[in-house]
């Protein structure tokens, strides 16, 4: 991890922000290298979660007022473990601590009188000053960074610990945009923000990240994922069941098999396993190195009623990079309960459907007298009662709520009824299946999956061995030489490539050794070099990174041969065993 962390810094993938001014943790800057990477690994995403399954994608704003958190649970459910020391007052993730010193995977699962006790039975220690820990209260800590939306302190708001709740709050005009038609999905792609107690391991855990997130609202009854598709995709399962067990394995099947045989109890959540599964594959992150674990009871998120986790193994230890949950219709229903709006959808029926329906037509002669002002709330909440318990009704007298208050209303000034109506449909509250993405921690999976040295022409080389698709950089092009022809040469093909859409670096420093070596640590998969032999005849030395094998080709075709490359159509064993001039 030292030595990926210091090429980051070194060429240009990510470092610490603000150094100028002795850096902040948890939070970091994307460098020229690392912009690229991210932003081609974002593209990749949006073609497979979005574009390929026909969703399409907002930009919800990153502050949001406090009733959207009220509503969402995270103002009371959005916490980590935290324990202070009482010397030096440096704060940590209680749970953190526990798995840096024992055996025990996932202490966040556990309780907090539980994880006390287990920083004091094994005597752990501050890491800042050595001071013990036993004794000292684990409490729960927001994740929340909060502002103030305008002058004053009259309107709180949050930065978004997740860009869905972007989506979630819009839902009742999203719902327009998609003809109020289900099943649909809505991608984001965006910055979120959590105030960790103990930021660590570079960009893994941070405290501002991106996200990429899909949103898909589905009717639970009727819609079906076309599970068809992945049902053959091989996957690494780490049930909950096989954690508890002292002699638990992972289960190496197909998503297929794991839906028949109830180990993934979401038709949905498997079929985006399987999407993820694919994808992740084809980013370049190493399948021998990635599993998918089921959250415990104690570690799902207040919305989620299942959740798996991509996890990959970085340097002995595994890492969640995304997640799958199924948040049933827990953000839609909450939104509807605490706003104004419909958060629902309607189902039509194949056929009306004659049924029995509670209504009340208060005396509002008797209501507006006896409670003055709220006599227009009691009239709703008794509507709201009717349609949810009708046997309240039964007594001489019903009690329902209004803004925090209990009225006691007598039943026969209520209009009680039973009517049967005849119904075309019925409004829904839609579920929510999520892919969760978080980008940072894909693209130092890619990295640390991708890091490799082997020995060329006697020297130890350091490559990083990315995918076409997600490198940086498509293609360097060098001069042999800046003389005789070869620079000007070289700008010109390097202009004709980028002008084609490539992403091209050019360099004339140094040996063209050094220059092979400089790219082979950033990732470039080509390099093209511009020799004596290419300005007399217009080819070029076309360099492939991984093998260091190469090939002469024709100046005219390389802009459809590296586009050929990066895209997969071709392999570069295919080309170099291609004679030149029937290619």
Not at 69 to 97: K, Q, T, W
Not at 137 to 154: A, C, H, K, Q, R
Not at 156 to 172: N, S
Not at 362 to 373: A, K, Q, R
Request: proline residues 5%.
């Amino acid at each position: 991890m030292t030595d990926l962390v210091e090429l980051a810094k070194r060429r240009g993938f990510f470092f610490q922000s603000s150094e100028a001014y002795g850096g902040v943790s948890g939070f970091y800057v994307y460098g020229p290298q690392g912009a690229a990477l991210k932003r081609n690994i974002e593209d990749s995403w949006r073609d497979r979660f979005q574009i390929q399954e026909g969703h399409r994608e907002i930009e919800a704003p990153t502050v949001m007022p406090e009733p959207v958190f009220e509503a969402s649970g995270h103002l009371d459910g959005f916490d980590d473990m935290l324990v202070e020391c009482p010397e030096c007052g440096e704060s940590h993730r209680a749970d953190h601590l526990i798995e840096d010193n024992t055996d025990i995977e996932d202490a966040e699962a556990l309780p907090l009188d539980e994880v006390g006790d287990l920083i004091a039975d094994n005597d752990l220690r501050c890491p800042n000053c050595d001071t013990p820990l036993a004794g000292e209260p684990v409490e729960d800590f927001n994740l929340m960074f909060s502002t103030d939306i305008g002058p004053g302190s009259g309107h709180p708001g949050y930065l978004r610990p997740e860009t869905a709740q972007g989506i979630f709050v819009e839902f009742p005009r999203l719902k327009e945009y998609a003809r109020n038609q289900l099943p649909f999905g809505i991608t984001q792609i965006g910055p979120a923000y959590r105030n960790e107690i103990s930021p660590r391991r570079s960009i893994i855990r941070v405290r501002e990240f991106t996200q990429a997130e899909l949103e898909q609202f589905i009717d639970p009854e009727t819609d079906e994922p076309p599970l068809h598709l992945v049902e053959d995709v091989e996957v690494t399962l780490y049930s909950a069941p096989a954690q508890h067990d002292a002699d638990g394995e992972y289960l190496h099947t197909t998503i297929g098999e794991a839906v028949d045989e109830g180990i993934i109890g979401s038709d949905w959540v498997a079929y985006y396993l399987g999407v993820g599964q694919e994808w992740y594959e084809r980013i370049g992150v190493d399948m021998d190195r990635f599993r998918f674990r089921q959250h415990l009871s104690g570690e799902r998120a207040h919305y989620a009623s299942d959740c798996w986790d991509a996890e990959a193994e970085i340097d002995g230890d595994w890492i969640e990079i995304s997640g799958y949950s199924y948040r049933s219709d827990y953000d839609l229903s909450n939104h509807g309960e605490h706003s104004d709006e419909d958060f629902t959808v309607f189902r039509q029926y194949d056929e009306p459907k004659v049924v029995e329906r509670a209504v009340v037509e208060p005396d509002m002669s008797y209501l507006g007298p006896e409670f003055g002002g709220a006599a227009a709330d009691i009239a709703e909440a008794l509507q709201t009662l009717a349609e949810r318990d009708r046997t309240a009704f039964d007594g001489d007298d019903v009690t329902v709520e209004a803004d925090g208050e209990s009225y006691t209303v007598p039943v026969e000034k209520t209009g009680f009824s039973v009517e049967e109506v005849k119904e075309s449909g019925e409004h829904i509250t839609p579920h929510v299946v999520e892919p969760s993405i978080g980008v940072g921690r894909v693209l130092y999976t890619v990295l640390d999956h991708a890091y490799e040295t082997d020995e060329v022409e006697g020297e130890t080389r350091t490559r990083l061995s990315l995918d076409s698709e997600i490198a940086p950089t498509t293609v360097g092009v060098f001069p042999l030489m800046d003389k005789d022809g070869m620079g000007e040469k070289a700008h010109e093909i390097a202009t004709e490539l980028r002008t084609n859409g490539l992403d091209v670096t050019y360099d004339e420093s140094g040996n063209i050794g050094r220059r092979y070596r400089r790219q082979d640590e950033v990732g470039t998969p080509f390099c093209v070099t511009v020799d004596y032999e290419g300005v007399e005849d217009d080819t070029v030395t076309l360099r492939e990174r991984d093998s260091t094998e190469q090939v002469r080709v024709d100046i005219a075709d390389l802009p459809d041969l590296l586009s050929s490359l990066k895209d997969g159509d071709i392999s570069f064993e295919d080309l170099a065993s291609t004679p030149l001039r029937n290619r």
